[in-house]
Each structure stands twice: as C-alpha cells, then as structure tokens.
C-alpha cells in the first residue's frame, strides 16, 4: 500500500458519511485521485491535526494518500491546506468558471494519469480569478492547456479535415469539431462558422504570444468555441458549461 504525498487541487467534494467525505483531487505528479476521508468533519484535535484547514472544494493542498492497488476508491489520511482561494466565494463569476473548468478538468482527464500542465494550469487560472478584468483571458489560457495536455490540440493552420491548405483570404473559417481543428468555410452542417479574429486568436494563444489586448468580446467568442469543442469531445453537455454557452 504506497503513500503518496502531492499538491492537490480539490475537483469534486461529497459527504459519505456524518463524518466522512470523498474528494476527487487533482495532484501534481500523480494525476487525478479519488479518495476516502474518513472522519474528515469530526472537530476532535486529532482530526483537525491531520486535515488542518478542512478539506473544501476548489482548495489546494498538500495531501497524503495511500493507495491500493485494484481498489478505485485511495484513503486520505492527511491534508494540509495551502490555498483557500477566498476570492472566489466573493465573486460569483469567479466562482462560475472555476467550477467549470474543475468540472471540464475531471472530465477530460483519467484517474492516476499524471498531467503537471494541467494541474499548473489550473492553479494559475484559480489565482488570476481574483483580477475581474482578466477572466476569460486566463479562461482561454487554461483551455488551451487543458485541451493540448490531453492530446486535443485543434489543427489550425491548415484545413483538419482534408489536410489542404487554408484560404487565408477567405472572410470567414469554420470549425469542425469531429475533424479536430479549423477547415474552409464550405457552408456545410457539420462545420462551425467562426471569424478570422477568433483564429487569430487562437494561433496568438497556441503561439504563447500575448494577448492582452484581444477585446472581451473576442475572448468569450473564442473561449465559448473551445467549451462547445470540449463538450464535442466529451459527447455531454456539462451542467457548468452554461455559465459560457448560456444554455440552460
């Protein structure tokens, strides 16, 4: 039974028990975890010692698990609060998209696949919540992290579906989620229309170019187009997803 002790980042949380909760936590160098704490709401000083801070949703942490072998469900016997991230239970649209993308998170990735992208992605997304002005920047960042971490980088600089050449000067592009990237606006069904600002954006971002001074309205666009990719990819619309595609 290995111990593994990990900064982690709490994705899901829910009461088993009276006194016990189970916690699905993004770890560092050992990828997505679910785990058992046993007797982690009881008040008595042992077990304020071991869980010091409380285990909450969205609170980063370094925890202790032992693991079993064959057994889905590991044993959090220690956790060590590091980050509470307060700022975002006084702010409801930085709560909204961290709750996405922990949602978006759990999601995409399998148990026990390690992803320290994704884990530093998440954590730089959660911290520059707390600035209103950069949200859906820092949304757009952790997207494309996300997606390219897991092995969904869209095509974009040539047609995904044909492999021909993009018309640079055409108005507008499409996307075309199955394919996996952008592709000639041919008016077809199963292709998104999407605007030359919006791949310019994306090539800025894919780049690591800055893009401080997209406008909002591109960066919404943009990330709007990367939820409904993720959601394509996922095959299910996500309760949280509506906090960017206002559905629902």
């Not at 696949?113 to 994704?118: E, I, L, Q, V």
């Not at 409904?228 to 595609?245: C, E, F, G, P, S």
């Amino acid at each position: 039974m290995p111990t593994v002790k990990d900064n982690a980042i709490c994705l899901r949380l829910m009461d088993w028990s009276e006194t016990s909760q189970i916690a699905v936590l993004l770890t560092e160098a050992h990828g997505k975890v679910s785990a058992m704490a046993k007797g982690a709401k009881r008040q008595t000083p042992s077990t304020m010692q071991r869980f010091s801070g409380g285990v909450e949703l969205l609170t980063r942490g370094e925890a202790v698990l032992i693991t079993k072998q064959n057994v889905e469900l590991a044993n959090l016997i220690e956790w060590n609060l590091l980050d509470a991230h307060w700022h975002l239970r006084r702010n409801l649209s930085a709560y909204r998209l961290a709750m996405y993308a922990a949602d978006v998170t759990t999601h995409l990735l399998h148990d026990h696949d390690a992803h320290p992208n994704t884990f530093t992605a998440l954590q730089s997304l959660l911290n520059c919540l707390a600035d209103d002005a950069t949200h859906q920047r820092v949304l757009l960042q952790f997207h494309w992290h996300l997606i390219t971490d897991t092995g969904y980088q869209p095509t974009l600089d040539h047609d995904a579906q044909t492999g021909e050449p993009l018309d640079e000067q055409a108005s507008t592009f499409a996307f075309n989620p199955v394919a996996g990237g952008i592709v000639n606006d041919t008016g077809e069904e199963d292709r998104w229309r999407m605007r030359k600002q919006t791949v310019a954006l994306l090539r800025a971002v894919a780049a690591g170019e800055s893009i401080k001074n997209a406008s909002d309205e591109s960066l919404l666009r943009t990330n709007r187009l990367l939820c409904a990719y993720i959601r394509t990819l996922l095959d299910k619309q996500l309760t949280t997803m509506d906090v960017l595609l206002g559905e629902g």
